[in-house]
């Protein structure tokens, strides 16, 4: 088992806030380690990844639906959608920060 950072890397374990089991599309990678410093968020977990029929030329967040835990994101870059779950027990300021310091971010 290897540390990076004083946290584990493992295949399912989280590294800077962000859970590693899925891939992660390019680009994305770092606003998702940006997002879990926000004090309100307890963790990100990137999801499914799918193909769409139309092309983004740069990397979109947008904002989904809300869940038990949190709400899920989907991101967006050229014909490669994947879902992105945060968990946080106060949405409002997650979406405040996200509207504040994510560009990547659209509602």
């Known amino acids: 088992m290897q540390y990076e950072g004083g946290e584990r890397v493992n295949g399912r374990h989280r590294v800077r806030g962000v859970k590693r089991e899925h891939s992660i ?5 770092p606003i998702l380690e940006q997002l ?3 004090p309100a968020v307890s963790a990100v977990i990137p999801g499914r990844i799918s193909v769409t029929r139309a092309g983004l030329p740069t990397l979109q967040l947008r ?3 809300q869940t038990i835990t949190g709400f899920k994101l989907t991101a967006r870059r050229g014909t490669t959608a994947q879902e992105v779950f945060v968990v946080t027990t106060d949405a409002e300021s997650v979406l405040g920060f ?3 310091e994510i560009k990547e ?3």
């Open 105 to 107: 971010f659209v509602e």
């Open 25 to 29: 599309i390019p680009g994305l990678l």
């Open 98 to 100: 996200l509207r504040q």
């Open 36 to 38: 879990a410093q926000s």
């Open 63 to 65: 904002l989904g639906t």
